[in-house]
């Protein structure tokens, strides 16, 4: 691992027996252990998922979430995850209350990125309109000092690095990029060189992981329950991170692991190997 390289625990890296896949995700553990665990092993960036903030700001207001981050120096803050920003009706309602609190909490915990996701019920891409509500997106999140980024998802209608960005392209917002989760790539048979074209404007956050060859189940299932730690599975993470550092991407590097196996560890011991294992594959 080169000198420079800062890695951030993922909200799901460090949430304990959390469901991902449950109507309730929040954690089972609390935001001042998480941090601490995450610190002792190294990271100095950390994520939070819209349940777990909504606990945290309940218990500790959100300048008491910024001061554990302070206390504990976890300096790059990520936020997640926003869906249903495209709709309208109801759905969007649920989306624009999502969508306030983490602009709210982005704002007061000096976050550098929210993350976003289209839909994961493939439904039809009125590009046009997603081009330009991803634009009014992304100049909010500028308004309180971030980022946004567009997770693409294989299973969902922006399946691979090269939609996400047609769509960031179009949009044409600099405060707006892409989220590149390796699992994804990967997944989405993206070859690792093609990244090395991405541009540096247009990359938000990186995310490393590993997995077997052979996907169980759905795609989600698989990502959700059968991610493997960095360096245990079937990726080219070599080939990833030297695309993504000719790409001029130097971090912080996001590491998030989700796995059963990983939901049962205790949280220091989940934080350490996953710093361990990621560290050991930018080296």
Avoid at 182 to 197: G, I, M, S, Y
Avoid at 221 to 245: H, K, M, N, Q, Y
Wanted: glycine fraction near 10%; aromatic fraction near 6%.
């Amino acid at each position: 691992m080169d000198t420079e390289d800062e890695l951030l625990a993922t909200c799901w890296t460090t949430a304990g027996a959390a469901d991902p896949a449950g109507a309730d995700q929040r954690s089972p553990l609390g935001l001042r252990e998480r941090a601490e665990a995450a610190s002792a092993a190294g990271f100095t960036g950390f994520g939070l998922v819209h349940a777990d903030l909504l606990v945290a700001e309940r218990e500790h207001g959100l300048a008491g979430i910024r001061s554990i981050f302070e206390d504990n120096g976890l300096a790059h803050i990520e936020l997640e995850a926003l869906a249903g920003w495209w709709a309208d009706g109801p759905r969007r309602a649920a989306s624009d209350t999502v969508r306030h609190d983490l602009l709210r909490a982005a704002e007061a915990l000096g976050a550098r990125h929210l993350k976003i996701h289209g839909d994961v019920e493939d439904g039809p891409l009125h590009f046009d309109v997603w081009a330009g509500e991803f634009a009014a997106l992304a100049a909010e999140a500028e308004s309180v000092g971030a980022r946004v980024g567009i997770e693409f998802l294989p299973w969902s209608n922006i399946r691979t690095v090269h939609d996400a960005l047609r769509l960031v392209e179009a949009a044409g917002h600099p405060a707006g990029g892409v989220l590149i989760d390796v699992w994804h790539t990967e997944r989405a048979h993206t070859p690792p060189a093609e990244l090395a074209d991405v541009p540096l404007s247009r990359i938000v956050g990186v995310e490393l992981n590993d997995a077997d060859s052979m996907v169980v189940g759905s795609l989600f299932e698989d990502t959700v329950r059968r991610r493997r730690l960095c360096g245990e599975g079937s990726f080219d993470l070599p080939g990833v991170i030297a695309a993504l550092r000719t790409a001029g991407w130097r971090g912080p590097w996001g590491v998030e692991i989700l796995s059963d196996a990983h939901r049962k560890l205790p949280v220091r011991e989940a934080a350490e190997v996953a710093y361990r294992t990621a560290a050991a594959a930018l080296a």
